[in-house]
């Protein structure tokens, strides 16, 4: 079965850093785009960044542009999220997901907060 498990999130200042994982199973991981996306609390959940299949290709929200990295490893099924300059706004349940997906993942907590 699909399975996604993100991981890494926690408490940071604002300002620091966090990496977060998506390690993904129960499909072929390198024939599909992989995606982040977080929600706010009372937001609706929305797009952060996107990957190709062959992850020679990245998009952004313009909200994260610059500050984002997404990235991924094909030996290992996963995806990450490499986030520097937090913001108070970045404050959200991050998931992963693979392009046309319906699964999602249990999400990963950010907290960024002085």
């Known amino acids: 079965q699909v399975q996604l498990v993100e991981s890494g999130g926690g408490w940071v200042q604002p300002g620091g850093s966090l990496r977060l994982s998506c390690a993904a199973s129960?499909?072929?991981?390198?024939?599909?785009?992989m995606r982040w996306y977080r929600q706010a609390p009372g937001r609706e959940r929305e797009m952060v960044a996107s990957?190709?299949?062959?992850?020679?290709?990245?998009n952004y929200a313009d909200s994260v542009k610059g500050r984002f990295t997404i990235s991924r490893d094909s030996a290992k099924n996963t995806v990450y999220l490499q986030m520097n300059s937090l913001k108070p706004e970045d404050t959200a349940v991050y998931y992963c997901?693979?392009?046309?997906?319906?699964?999602w993942g249990q999400g990963t907590q950010v907290t960024v907060s002085s």
């Open positions: 997901r693979r392009s046309n997906g319906v699964i």
């Open positions: 129960g499909f072929t991981f390198n024939f599909y785009a």
């Open positions: 990957i190709t299949a062959s992850g020679d290709s990245t």
